[in-house]
């Protein structure tokens, strides 16, 4: 989580292009998570089960937003510098909250919605005063804001979805179900890369451009999606979020070594902010959980995965 706006900054060029694809990258990732998750099932000896016809297609969807909202990353890391990126990220615990009411009948408390504000002016705190561009002319623009926005509502909704599936087969072994999730998103790469520049893709322009960071990229994200997955099936994404808290302050810190960011006051403020925010959000959700009236879905958690 932490790592990879970095990496990717990292493996852009001095005008602050990507050189390699990232329709490969993802496929890549992708393909390293699919042949960890099949030497791991064939490990536990739990095997698959002998009906998969509806169950594969169910897993098509989150699939298919995760194979969006991957190769969506690389281009808001274009406009917004990477701790800002951590920043607006926290933008998933709002859009979480709203789909658990819309979706699963979760309400929220006010002390819960307190702390949405909270989050909402933190983040807006941030864009007051950015900070200073990062190596290469990374900056944060309106587009990259408005596309973080849109990262953020899909990484919630696969998220909520994603863990309704690991957690409806409890029975079902987690390398099983991350076989189904990660085919799928082979084949969305896949077809995206013919899609985009047809069968030279998949040949000798597939590795164009992939030195030490760009490998870096592909196996930070093939280790984020494995240990989400974890995440989601044995925790809940209230683990997740505190995750994406200390996952932002590192950012920063690691931005100021790498890059020689110099943080404004604004830019710590809505840190502190943001942070804050999403503990007292999360304790209370851990409050109440599994409370009377909140359904088959109670003991869900309150903020969706990112991207797998």
């Known amino acids: 989580m932490t790592l990879q706006p970095i990496l990717v900054t990292l493996s852009q060029d001095a005008q602050g292009h990507l050189e390699y694809s990232p329709i490969s990258s993802t496929l890549l990732s992708e393909l390293a998570k699919l042949s960890i998750s099949l030497a791991m099932l064939a490990a536990s000896g739990s095997g698959a089960r002998a009906s998969v016809s509806r169950e594969l297609l169910e897993y098509a969807v989150p699939a298919f937003i995760y194979f969006v909202n991957n190769n969506l990353v690389f281009v808001i890391l274009s406009h917004v510098d990477a701790t800002n990126f951590q920043l607006l990220s926290q933008l998933k615990t709002v859009f979480t909250g709203l789909l658990f009411r819309a979706f699963l009948g979760r309400h929220l408390t006010a002390f819960q919605y307190l702390a949405i504000l909270q989050l909402a002016a933190g983040t807006a705190t941030s864009q007051l ?5 990062v190596a290469g002319g990374a900056r944060s623009s309106m587009l990259g804001v408005l596309l973080s926005i849109v990262s953020c509502v899909l990484s919630a909704f696969g998220g909520i979805y994603s863990e309704k599936l690991l957690k409806d087969r409890p029975a079902d072994s987690i390398h099983w179900q991350n076989v189904q999730l990660y085919v799928w998103g082979i084949v969305f790469n896949v077809l995206a890369a013919l899609l985009h520049s047809g069968r030279s893709a998949l040949g000798e322009r597939f590795f164009v451009g992939f030195r030490g960071w760009a490998w870096a990229v592909v196996l930070n994200n093939a280790c984020n999606g494995l240990a989400i997955s974890a995440i989601l099936k044995y925790a809940d994404n209230i683990a997740r979020v505190y995750a994406h808290a200390c996952a932002m302050l590192v950012t920063m810190m690691l931005s100021v070594v790498l890059f020689g960011t110099s943080p404004s006051a604004q830019l710590l403020i809505a840190i502190t ?21 909140g359904g088959a879905y109670a003991a869900l958690p309150s903020s969706a995965a990112a991207e797998r």
Request: aromatic share 4%.
């Open 129 to 133: 005063a950015p900070c200073s561009a």
């Open 273 to 293: 902010m943001v942070s804050a925010s999403a503990v007292q959000y999360n304790l209370k959700s851990a409050s109440t959980v599994g409370s009377p009236g």
